[in-house]
């Protein structure tokens, strides 16, 4: 149905961090032995992205940073037009620690523009665990200083917690959210349950919820076509946007992957016409992120 010229693309999702751990440490308990890169800069991203034209990215805090977000704090004032960032803060916390709704408010004025909550399946270590585990005061706060300031709560998350974030989306309608990675649906047989499908489609009941479609490389560039269908046409082009992941899993040859993943979309997805692959690929990130 259409074709998009390379070049305009804004990777909604990359994971960065610098080589120089004196200017930019690492959480105790980490060293750089524990990585699995010992670094993974923009410019190393931009190594093998310059193949789909100039990438714009979405800077998402690593946790090897915690709640030190110098790094990426540093990298969008010095490109404030290829940069914006996803941080994190902590919403389950000692009052020693800084509000989380205060702590949103001071990071965007340095272009962090989202807030990534990890949903039950995705944590280190439990708390709150039972159903209504978002039912803590600080992820209320989060949720209201969202809609308050335009900022995002981005979750990672498996399908087993979308019940409690529809719950918080139905007490807070106005609260910008993006679901990252098509929501963690978990393939069985190669295929995509459509119990999972179905419950992550019915997010998009919630207007102001956004969703990340992407890391192709994990799902089988070809196998996701189907599922990428059914959540364009439950959300929109204008609630969708690309993301790679980059930093965050590994590309087996990352120029060639990186330009399949975009290719799902650009060539293939022939269900999309041009303006719905560019929403896809560039508007709705630059929309939130960019054009604020």
């Given amino acids: 149905m259409g074709e998009i010229a390379a070049g305009k693309i804004i990777d909604a999702h990359c994971h960065v961090w610098s080589p120089d751990t004196k200017r930019y440490p690492l959480v105790a308990g980490i060293d750089k032995n524990d990585l699995r890169l010992l670094s ?11 193949v789909a ?18 790094y990426i704090l540093d990298l969008i004032a010095g490109d404030p037009r290829r940069f914006v960032g996803t941080g994190i803060v902590a919403a389950v916390v000692d009052v020693s620690l800084a509000s989380p709704d205060d702590a949103m408010v001071a990071l965007s004025q340095g272009g962090i523009y989202a807030f990534r909550v990890r ?6 270590m439990s ?19 969202g809609a308050d300031h335009n900022l995002a709560i981005s979750f990672l ?18 609260t910008p959210v993006i679901i990252d990675h098509l929501g963690g649906l978990e393939q069985a047989d190669g295929k995509f349950p459509d119990e999972q499908v179905d419950a992550l ?23 996701v076509l189907p599922l990428l269908r059914r959540v364009v046409d439950a959300f929109g082009p ?9 930093g965050g899993t590994e590309f087996v ?26 929403q896809i690929l560039f508007r709705t990130a630059e929309d939130f992120f960019f054009d604020r």
């Fill in 40 to 50: 993974f800069t923009p410019d190393d991203h931009f190594q093998y992205s310059r």
């Fill in 53 to 70: 034209g100039d990438v714009r990215l979405n800077l998402v805090q690593t946790e090897e940073y915690g709640l030190d977000h110098s």
């Fill in 119 to 124: 949903g039950q399946g995705r944590r280190t």
């Fill in 127 to 145: 708390f709150n665990d039972w159903p209504r585990w978002l039912d803590h005061d600080g992820y209320h706060k989060m949720f209201k200083a």
């Fill in 157 to 174: 998350m498996r399908p087993d917690d979308i019940p409690e974030l529809d719950r918080m989306c139905g007490l807070y309608p106005e």
């Fill in 201 to 223: 489609c019915g997010m998009a009941r919630h207007k102001e919820v956004m969703l990340k479609v992407g890391a192709f490389q994990e799902l089988g560039f070809a196998d």
């Fill in 238 to 246: 204008e609630r969708c946007m690309w993301e790679s992941d980059s």
């Fill in 253 to 278: 040859d990352p120029e060639r992957d990186y330009l399949a993943s975009i290719d799902v979309i650009r060539k293939h997805a022939d269900f999309l016409s041009a303006s719905e692959k560019e």
